[in-house]
């Protein structure tokens, strides 16, 4: 890949991480019903992907999809939360 190319994405992805540890965004995005550490795995997923490592991509993804599966799912019977 192109270096400024390549820079840029990870710029893109610095500023999206750092937006996702931001209290007042992560406020939002709680109230909104989303979680920021699902988006924060969700970015190192895409920044694994674009630098080549698509196995540890896939885990991070798998990991994400797993977690937003089962809250969507809502809560269990019987079970504690």
Avoid at 46 to 57: D, E, I, M, T
Wanted: glycine share 6%.
């Amino acid at each position: 890949m192109e270096p400024r190319i390549a820079q840029e994405l990870s710029d893109a992805l610095d500023a999206l991480e750092a937006l996702f540890k931001n209290p007042e965004a992560t406020a939002a995005m709680t109230e909104a019903g989303l979680n920021a550490s699902l988006a924060l795995v969700a970015t190192h997923g895409l920044r694994a992907y674009l630098l080549g490592s698509k196995l540890a991509a896939a885990e991070d993804f798998e990991t994400v999809a797993e977690e937003i599966r089962m809250r969507a799912a809502g809560p269990v019977l019987g079970s504690v939360s």
